[in-house]
């Protein structure tokens, strides 16, 4: 199976301790993906900063293809994060730097390229939406992380374009959330997945609801945790074979237990996967 995340690269920038982290949501998949033994990639915009530079001598050193990426004269993607009681707490952004000056355009580029992945993930900070309907002509599977902060008009917009959807809905209700879902599978998604903080993450599949409780640690660090979860689902559900009776239940069953595992496992380490460079 190959997996590309497409749009956001950032550095994680942990002021407090003065150590900057590898991160993004696209990114972060490629890299969880290739950790699950995956052949994986990444593909975005880097600046020409320190920031740039660090993130990718990471991909590199984790074996994650970055050669399709896109350079320019500019600040690279940064987030400013601090940690409560092993909580991330977001504290500002220069909201991609450079990348939302280019356009996403460029990824087609290489469509032999492209079209070698079984499966592209990307989300809202990706400045990709007007590249969705196309990049899903391309690949069989495209997955979009629409995060906490989403306008529902604007998701569902994007719905016919996206074949798996993930929200983060920690401060909807349950009715709210189920509604969010029923109504983006009616749009054209085939899944769509909502996790909840530490409730049950709740997915619908057009017919069944499927439920999977949080694994309970005590965290370290929670930044990434909502990217491994997605990155955990996708190549188990992605990877698992049909069942006998021509439906996908075990798939879906199994995919949940292993993306609240990898997530779990997110949590013990600083950083969305460690790699920080001191500054």
């Known amino acids: 199976m190959k997996i590309i995340g497409i749009g956001d690269n950032v550095v994680d920038d942990y002021a407090h301790i003065r150590t900057m982290f590898p991160g993004g949501n696209a990114l972060n998949v490629s890299v969880y993906a290739s950790k699950l033994d995956c052949d994986s990639a990444y593909l975005g915009v880097f600046g020409n900063d320190a920031a740039a530079e660090h993130v990718q001598r990471t991909l590199v050193e984790l074996g994650v293809d970055s050669s399709h990426c896109r350079h320019a004269d500019g600040e690279n993607g940064r987030a400013i994060l601090s940690i409560e009681d092993g909580e991330r707490v977001f504290v500002g952004s220069n909201e991609g730097g450079i990348s939302k000056a280019v356009s996403m355009e460029f990824i087609f580029d290489d469509i032999d390229y492209l079209q070698s992945f079984s499966a592209a993930h990307t989300s809202a900070y990706s400045y990709m939406d007007g590249q969705l309907a ?5 690949i069989p599977t495209v997955s979009y992380d629409f995060s906490d902060d989403f306008d529902v008009e604007h998701a569902r917009s994007l719905c016919r374009h996206v074949d798996i959807a993930f929200f983060s809905c920690a401060e909807w209700t349950e009715d709210a959330t189920i509604d969010l879902l029923e109504e983006t599978v009616s749009l054209g998604c085939t899944l769509a997945v909502a996790t909840r903080g530490p409730n049950e993450a709740v997915l619908f599949d057009g017919q069944s609801w499927f439920r999977q409780a949080p694994c309970v640690v005590t965290p370290t660090d929670t930044l990434g945790a909502g990217d491994a979860f997605i990155c955990g689902f996708l190549v188990s559900y992605l990877g698992h074979p049909v069942d006998k009776d021509g439906q996908r239940t075990s798939a879906i069953e199994d995919a949940l237990e292993k ?8 949590c013990q380490v600083q950083g969305a996967f460690g790699h920080g460079l001191r500054y």
Do not use: V
């Open 134 to 138: 196309r990049l899903r002509s391309l």
């Open 259 to 266: 993306a609240a595992s990898l997530a779990a496992g997110t």
